[in-house]
């Protein structure tokens, strides 16, 4: 593979200005600054229908977006949708609630998700209008930049719906 | 005697926050109200103070799916107060902005809320297995309409480049030519989309509506025109308080509003093409034709159908005004001299009218403010629509009768159609 093909791709997804709703916005950045050869970075704070388009021909996407609070601010989940899914609310959502899992699962009846997909979401306690993040979930973002840098944590193949690190 | 109640609740992601409550004794509807209960979001008082020229970005934020709605109307009724002369490549360049609205609003309305109701699906993305090609088509579509409002607006979301007197900044051609150039395929793309969404099976309904919209010298109404009426209303937007008047109900956080000496009144869809047929194009006339409707359409679940012929005609305006816009040289933003006054300003919303009040002191500062919404607006005949169906479906199961009233609602409102597919249904006494 070209070094110069930019056929990896990060989307950060969530609001900067809505403390640990921008944890995905942080990581994204993060990988931006890093300035790796084969990665695109994208931030979607608005319409995730959008997502559909971000990673049409790009042959391995990370999507990273803020979680409401399950366990604890800062545990890292990861998905690989094409074997667990992910789960959708159970009543259809409207388009404001339109959110990464209704986007794989309309990719998924579309037939275009992407040939190798990988999908954090970083557990949030705050997501206050203009708050700051929790430092947790700021040391979680940062770490996942971390290691998405270093080429680990990047979609190869499966995994299962579990914690996969809990700072 | 039988007393019989459908409660749906927290109607979530309206303009609002809503219910639904019908009732129903002895084989009449006595209760049919759609409650919005959100708090306000006070929009009105977060301008008052503000200088006039915050006034377009700060009402964008009203709505993600319109915005320029917002925009446009706070720009046209600063303008009008202080009496500045817009020229004709503006109005141009915001008329295709709101091109751009209208294919992405309505394409997201058509796809992604209101079709699964007719295929018996419970949602787009269960729809898109079955009927990939027409929801592939939809999201070309609202794509496209982003990328107009991206290309004038800056973004997608909360366009951030109208300003009071025209534009912060003025498209190049090489920016413009791109959009004319997918505009024919976006067309036949919605023709297309017609044409599927012609064959679906319609509720036999017609309602006697009073229809009010904007009525343009020349063209399908957008951005600029009197307010014209179903009943012979036919008035500068100037007149508006003398002839509409919004109250508040128990059950509403959302004010109603009504026609003075008649009552509640349809804005949006139905009531543009109602109100305009005579402005299409003929071909987009004959489109309409070969899809059912006849120049005036009262049966609410065709709106559908109404949305895709405006989809066909905003995206044949779309290459009409780049072709225009093209030879137009980039205008000089006007001088802006401040006085106190009052402005108004009103437009055509993918939902409807929308109008805008403002006062404006010697210093440009917004003393007063008044904004009044498709949704508002259309909340009473919502409701008859909600009775009427109500009455002719008795012996339906409250599921079947909530899934009816769940449409009627889907009808009307993008914003109302997200919300509503959100109903839990509480059913209390039979």
Known sequence: MNDSVADRLVIGVGNPDRADDGAGSLVAAQMRALRLPRWRVIVRTGDLLGLLDDWAGAGAVVVVDAAAPLARAGAIHRWTPGREGLPVPPRPRSTHGFGVAEALALAEHLGCLPPALVVYAIEGANFAVGGAMTPAVRRASLALARRLGAGRGVPLGAARAVPVRAP | ?430
């Open chain 2, 1 to 430: 005697m039988t007393r019989r109640r459908l409660v749906v609740e927290e109607i979530a992601r309206v303009e609002g926050e809503g219910a639904l409550d019908l009732e129903i004794e002895a084989g009449q509807v006595t209760v049919a109200r759609l409650r919005i209960f959100e708090p306000p979001r006070l929009f009105e008082a977060l301008l008052r103070g503000r200088d006039l020229r915050e006034a377009p970005d700060i009402a964008a934020r009203i709505c993600g799916i319109c915005p320029v709605a917002y925009q446009l109307g706070a720009a046209q009724a600063m303008e009008r107060a202080l009496g500045l002369c817009i020229e004709p490549s503006v109005r141009a360049l915001r008329r295709l902005l709101y091109c751009g609205e209208w294919i992405e609003s309505h394409a997201l309305h058509v796809v992604l809320l209101h079709a699964p109701d007719f295929l018996g699906y419970p949602d787009a993305m269960q729809m898109a297995r079955d009927h990939r090609a027409a929801v592939d088509a939809g999201l070309a579509l609202k794509r496209f309409g982003n990328d107009v409002l991206r290309t004038l607006g800056g973004r997608e979301v909360h366009p951030v480049n109208v300003r009071v007197g025209g534009f912060h900044r003025w498209p190049r051609a090489d920016e413009l030519d791109p959009l004319a150039a997918r505009a024919a395929g976006a067309r036949a793309q919605a023709v297309e989309l017609l044409r599927w969404a012609a064959r679906f099976d319609f509720p036999a309904i017609e309602r006697d509506y009073a229809f009010v919209a904007m009525r343009d010298a020349q063209r399908y109404p957008l951005n600029e025109g009197r307010i014209v009426s179903s009943g012979g209303l036919d008035i500068d937007l100037d007149d508006f308080d003398r002839h509409f008047v919004e109250h508040q109900v128990p059950h509403s956080t959302a004010l109603h509003a009504a026609l003075r000496g008649h009552g509640p009144y349809l804005v949006g869809p139905l009531a543009r093409y109602a109100l305009n047929f005579d402005r299409l194009p003929a071909e987009v006339q004959a489109l309409a034709r070969e899809a059912g409707l006849g120049p005036v359409c009262r049966n609410p679940f065709r709106s559908i159908l109404v949305r895709l012929l405006e989809v066909v005609y905003a995206c044949g305006e779309v290459e009409r005004l780049v072709a225009d816009l093209r030879r137009a040289p980039a205008p000089l933003a006007p001088a802006l001299t401040l006085r106190a006054g009052v402005g108004q300003g009103c437009t055509e919303a993918p939902r409807g009218l929308c109008h805008h009040r403002y006062a404006i002191d010697a210093t440009g500062a917004i003393t007063s403010a008044r904004i009044v919404p498709p949704t508002s607006q259309n909340q009473a005949s919502i409701e008859a629509d909600l009775r009427e169906l109500a009455s002719r479906h008795l012996d339906a199961s409250d599921e079947d009768l909530s899934a009816l009233c769940e449409r009627a609602i889907r009808n009307h409102d993008p914003c109302i159609s997200c919300s509503t597919h959100f109903l839990r249904l509480t059913v209390r006494g039979r």
